[in-house]
């Protein structure tokens, strides 16, 4: 397993050991003392998959009192993942972070609390799947407007279809107080 450290503090890239021969491959996707070894000790209280077609973007969502990290995977497919710093008192707030995952390398992303997360899918459709150290409670979520210029994501679409909800998310500057840690 190689481990890679991202300019976010915190946010790690995992590239696990796959073993792959005429059949498929065989890879673990957790195993909770090598992930404590590597700093990752949270208890994983949900599991959630994803399914998009091309051009979906899902985001940029947190959980506001009962912040969530996360582990994520594209199972199938590839994903543009992006996670921005919204600690206030971060030496990278504001600044994001994104990489391609793709279903045929397993990498996976480990984000700790703070953060706000969101990704596009840009092959024909993925399957996406996370890890949540906490419960996902809608009355507890919050979201950051994903073409929010103060933080400047590039994405890879322009027009992305979003759900009604997320077309209508904040930027950082319209946040309520009390949304930053």
């Known amino acids: 397993m190689k481990i890679t450290t991202t300019p976010l503090e915190g946010v790690i890239v995992i590239e696990p050991d796959m073993f792959e021969d005429n059949r498929g491959f065989f890879l673990e996707t957790f195993h909770q003392q090598k992930y404590k070894e590597m700093g990752i000790d949270r208890q994983w209280v949900q599991d959630n998959v994803s399914f998009s077609m091309k051009g979906v973007l899902r985001g940029l969502h947190f959980q506001v009192k009962k912040p969530q990290a996360k582990l994520v995977q594209a199972l199938q497919g590839e994903i543009y993942d992006v996670v921005v710093d919204l600690r206030r008192d ?55 407007l994903w073409s929010d210029p103060e933080i400047g994501i590039e994405w890879p679409f322009f027009n992305p279809i979003l759900s009604p909800k997320d077309q209508k998310l904040p930027r950082l500057s319209e946040f309520p107080e009390n949304w930053l840690a």
């Open 90 to 144: 971060s030496p990278t707030f504001k600044k994001s972070f994104s990489i391609l995952l793709t279903g045929t390398c397993m990498t996976q992303m480990f984000i700790p609390e703070g953060f706000a997360h969101g990704y596009c899918v840009i092959s024909k459709n993925a399957l996406f799947a996370y890890k949540c150290s906490e419960f996902y409670s809608p009355s507890d979520e919050g979201g950051l």
